[in-house]
């Protein structure tokens, strides 16, 4: 999903307001989240996820093209983690977390 498809599903779910107002909210969500992770802070939507930056040292890389190697300097990259709820969507609710041992089963005749 791209984010004018999610305008577009969260402008048909609410009927009451524009499609450019939604897309302004969108936005802003957005831009809130980067400008919080740009000052280094942590995001996190309870049930969704949390979004983190993380610190990638300074390495010595190669060119896949030459073989040359290729000094690549330390950078911050963009983190998410996905919430537990979310989790539990994805994997179905049923789901029952593995304890690595077998369940008793018992057989009445």
Same mark, same amino acid.
Do not use: C, W
């Given at each position: 999903?791209?984010?004018? &498809?999610? @305008?577009?599903?969260?402008? &048909? $779910?609410? /009927?009451?307001?524009? $499609? *450019? =107002?939604?897309?302004?909210?969108?936005?802003?969500?957005?831009?809130?989240?980067?400008? +919080?992770?740009? %000052?280094? =802070? !942590?995001?996190?939507? !309870?049930?969704?996820?949390?979004?983190? #930056?993380? $610190?990638?040292?300074? *390495?010595?890389? !190669?060119? /896949?093209?030459?073989? &040359?190697?290729? =000094?690549?300097?330390?950078?911050?990259? /963009? @983190?998410?983690?996905?919430?537990?709820?979310? !989790?539990? %969507?994805?994997?179905?609710?049923?789901?029952?977390? +593995?304890?690595?041992?077998?369940?008793? @089963?018992? #057989?009445?005749?």
């Amino acid at each position: 999903m791209i984010k004018s &498809e999610l @305008v577009l599903r969260i402008a &048909e $779910q609410n /009927p009451h307001l524009y $499609q *450019r =107002d939604v897309e302004n909210i969108v936005n802003a969500i957005l831009e809130e989240i980067t400008r +919080a992770l740009a %000052r280094g =802070d !942590r995001v996190e939507l !309870r049930g969704f996820g949390a979004f983190s #930056v993380k $610190q990638r040292n300074a *390495r010595v890389g !190669r060119n /896949p093209r030459t073989g &040359e190697t290729v =000094d690549v300097a330390s950078k911050m990259i /963009p @983190v998410f983690k996905t919430g537990k709820e979310m !989790r539990l %969507r994805l994997n179905g609710s049923a789901a029952a977390p +593995a304890t690595g041992r077998k369940a008793a @089963v018992s #057989v009445s005749a």
